[in-house]
């Protein structure tokens, strides 16, 4: 276990402020412009001193950078496999930052993503990518004295209307989904999505059992609520579309998520020409890449990028620049409670569109860690506002989160 971390500073000489003016700052999406002007202003050299990963109980890993100015970042990885990200961030990613700049994000994202292309670019490095990025991003905000929000060139409203998430509709009854669906609704959500967790390998399964759990769940909550449905993957392109006009006709669903395999362009392509409602992908997709062949040969009405998945925060500006160039709604999947929510929050209170709610599991088993961090990341009244401070806006209570942590 590692001794105590050194004090975090935040001196006006650290904080000199970036006053850049919202219509440049609007332009960060992967522009090597915006890069230029950072490194022209005068803020301190932070050399990165050590990248730490934590992994903790309920099977999340956190990645810290320090620096040498006392200036720490926190970030988060997805939690696919936490020790397989670890040991990726730890034997292939430290060593490329390792006294480098925390401050040059844009060249630390690609100096980690092209020296470890060889190593798989859809999952575990990515998602590791993602920890170290968003901790740089942790790190420049506080340089600056400015929240990720005003560095992405401010944000549309300072609370995001959250849709609840409810997982393990395979295994469940059609009541208890209702159940839980309908609880959800009395806690403040006025949105529910409903996950059956198949996955491609059980194509078709059981899509009798999809049909009551989901008209059972309309049932409970009445029309006045907004309902999702997600198949996790788990139909024929055939099965999807019969399901998914009786979805739209007879339930009025909103949000129709990965009805195929993730990796059936062209079957997710007929299901959106198929059906009026809009089709939603991108959990699976994890660069820019992978999300411009998402919209072009897929053709899907919602991207659903994750910063903790998607390479961070630097990659998650870049699809959001695709997903206003193609006029595709943005819809980011979430399912971390702390810093992966508080990093969603900054990102979605930007770019997504106002109407449209964001993702919160209400399942998860990480809520544990709203223990350690502060504000607490909890819902109230179906929102959660988005955080003020610099960086993340989130402190982490690092005594707390080491009683949590297993390796």
């Known amino acids: 276990m590692p001794g ?3 004090k975090e500073s935040f001196s006006p000489q650290r904080r000199r402020l970036l006053r850049l003016p919202a219509q440049l700052m609007s332009v960060a999406i992967g522009v090597p412009a915006l890069a230029r002007m950072v490194r022209a202003a005068p803020l301190p050299r932070l050399k990165i001193t050590d990248v730490e990963t934590w992994v903790l109980n309920c099977d999340s890993l956190f990645v810290i950078v320090r620096t040498d100015q006392g200036i720490t970042g926190y970030g988060e990885s997805s939690p696919m496999n936490v020790r397989a990200e670890a040991a990726l961030v730890n034997e292939a990613l430290k060593p490329l930052v390792i006294g480098q700049n925390a401050l040059d994000r844009e060249q630390l994202w690609e100096r980690m993503y092209f020296s470890t292309y060889k190593l798989g670019v859809m999952g575990a490095q990515p998602e590791a990518i993602a920890g170290i990025d968003i901790a740089l991003w942790d790190i420049f ?3 600056t004295g400015q929240s990720l929000w005003q560095l992405f060139g401010g944000r549309r409203r300072d609370r995001v209307r959250m849709y609840a998430s409810i997982g393990g509709g395979a295994e469940a009854t059609p009541a208890e989904m209702a159940r839980r669906a309908a609880q959800a609704v009395e806690d403040g959500h ?5 996950r059956m967790d198949w996955g491609m390998r059980r194509t078709d399964a059981n899509p009798a059992h999809d049909w009551a759990v989901l008209s059972e769940v309309r049932k409970a909550l009445g029309d006045k609520v907004e309902l999702g449905f997600d198949a996790n993957n788990g139909f024929s392109v055939s099965t999807a579309i019969r399901l998914g006009r009786r979805f739209q006709n007879e339930l009025g669903i909103i949000h129709y998520e990965e009805p195929v395999a993730q990796y059936d362009y062209a079957g997710i392509a007929q ?10 992908a991108g959990e699976h997709e994890y660069t820019r890449w992978q999300f411009r062949d998402l919209i072009t040969q897929a053709n899907v009405d919602i991207l659903q990028p994750d910063v903790v998945k998607c390479g961070g925060i630097s990659e998650a500006l870049r699809i959001a ?3 206003s160039t193609y ?8 399912t971390q409670p702390a810093l992966g929510t508080a990093a969603n929050l900054h990102f979605t209170a930007c770019w997504a569109r106002e109407e449209r709610a964001q993702e919160y599991d209400i399942n998860s088993k990480r809520a544990i860690l709203n223990r350690v961090i ?3 990341l909890e819902q109230k009244n179906g929102f959660l506002p988005v955080p003020e401070g610099p960086g993340l806006g989130i402190e982490v209570d690092e005594a707390g989160l080491r009683k949590l942590r297993v390796a």
């Open 141 to 143: 905000g506080k340089v």
């Open 190 to 194: 006025t949105m529910v999505k409903i």
């Open 271 to 280: 299901v959106v020409a198929a059906l009026d409602v809009p089709v939603a």
């Open 327 to 334: 006029n595709r709604l943005l819809v980011p999947h979430q």
């Open 4 to 6: 105590s971390a050194p």
């Open 321 to 323: 620049g695709l997903a």
């Open 374 to 376: 502060h504000p607490a």
